[in-house]
């Protein structure tokens, strides 16, 4: 068998989740952003080169896929160098003070936000919600490279932007930032595992992805007279993990498009699935429970709901 380059086997990972290999020189240590092949893709894959220059890991945001890569035969039988294991400690310092850093800024862009009406809650049948808004996040990116890179990674699209923040525990630790247009990027370095945003408290959970739909299950589940909390988890991978966090929790989840990698399943299907909670989605492909809601009303999301809390 030929040996792979470094290079090959990273692209052969970025194949496998649908993921384009970055056009710059990936730095050991450090992520490097790059796009996913989906709709919007635009700067929501990142690849990863271990400080050993052995393998490394693509992440693709939009479906979160993750894929690892790994030398093998010769070009793998390099001895360890201790050199290396003091770059990775320091560089791994370096990223922990850099989250403190990002947490800090998440912070001060909620404290500095107004809470309004905003578009995209408008879009999802929400017109008189009120949301956390910012019109300029930028204002309170440092000036130095972790701003420029934090500004690079805002989504395209108009202001001002809706910010949905995510804890884990009571820590705030990420930022989702909504365009008028529905665009959607969590702040970059922050953590998202496990983070969720909470909009309703009560006797049982339900955990979905996005906000739009986290609002429709809320409005559904008040219909039905239940005491419910409602989370909102920013990703189908990061719902199975919430939901497996909080004991008797369920999934709503959305009905997306099968993968190959994720057992033919879409991956919130996959991720429900994997998580052992109770779940449930829309019968229709490409359907979240807001598609449900503006199409067939919120009674049909009630009726659907009621049938898994009857389980």
């Known amino acids: 068998m030929t040996d792979l380059s470094l290079d090959e086997a990273m692209r052969r990972a970025c194949d496998a989740v649908k993921v384009s290999p970055p056009m710059r020189r990936c730095s050991p240590g450090r992520w490097t952003r790059t796009d996913s092949l989906g709709k919007n893709g635009k700067n929501d894959a990142a690849v990863l080169i271990d400080d050993d220059e052995r393998g490394g890991f693509v992440y693709n945001y939009q479906t979160a896929q993750g894929q690892k890569f790994r030398l093998d035969g010769a070009n793998a039988s390099r001895p ?32 500095g936000c107004r ?8 879009s999802k049948g929400f017109p008189d919600e009120l949301g956390l808004v910012c019109d300029e996040p930028r204002d309170f990116f440092p000036s130095d490279r972790l701003g420029e890179m934090l500004a690079h990674s805002l989504p395209e699209g108009t202001g001002p932007l809706l910010i949905v923040p995510g804890r884990v525990d009571r820590r705030l630790t990420t930022l989702q930032f909504i365009t008028t247009t529905g665009s959607k990027k969590n702040i970059l370095r ?3 595992s496990g983070a969720s945003h ?8 339900w955990v979905c992805e996005g906000i739009g739909t986290a609002l429709t299950v809320r409005a559904a589940l008040k219909l039905l007279g239940a005491s419910v909390t409602v ?27 099968p993968v190959p990698t994720l057992d033919n399943l879409g991956a919130g299907e996959f991720y429900a699935r994997r998580s052992g909670r109770k779940w449930t989605m829309p019968a ?28």
């Open 190 to 192: 922050g953590v998202m």
């Open 115 to 122: 809470h309004d009406r905003h578009a995209y809650l408008d």
């Open 80 to 111: 360890a160098d201790p050199k290396i294991e003091a770059r990775r400690r320091a560089r791994e310092a370096e990223r922990e003070s850099e989250r403190r850093r990002v947490e800090r800024i998440c912070a001060d862009i909620v404290n």
């Open 284 to 311: 229709q492909l490409g359907d979240d429970f807001n598609d449900l809601h503006q199409r067939d009303g919120l009674r049909a999301v009630a009726l659907h709901l009621r049938e898994i809390m009857m389980q």
């Open 231 to 257: 989370l909102s988890a920013f990703s189908a991978s990061n719902v199975g993990q919430v939901a497996e966090s909080i004991s008797g929790s369920r999934i709503a989840a959305d009905h997306d498009k």
């Open 198 to 205: 909470r909009i309703a408290s009560g006797r049982d959970t």
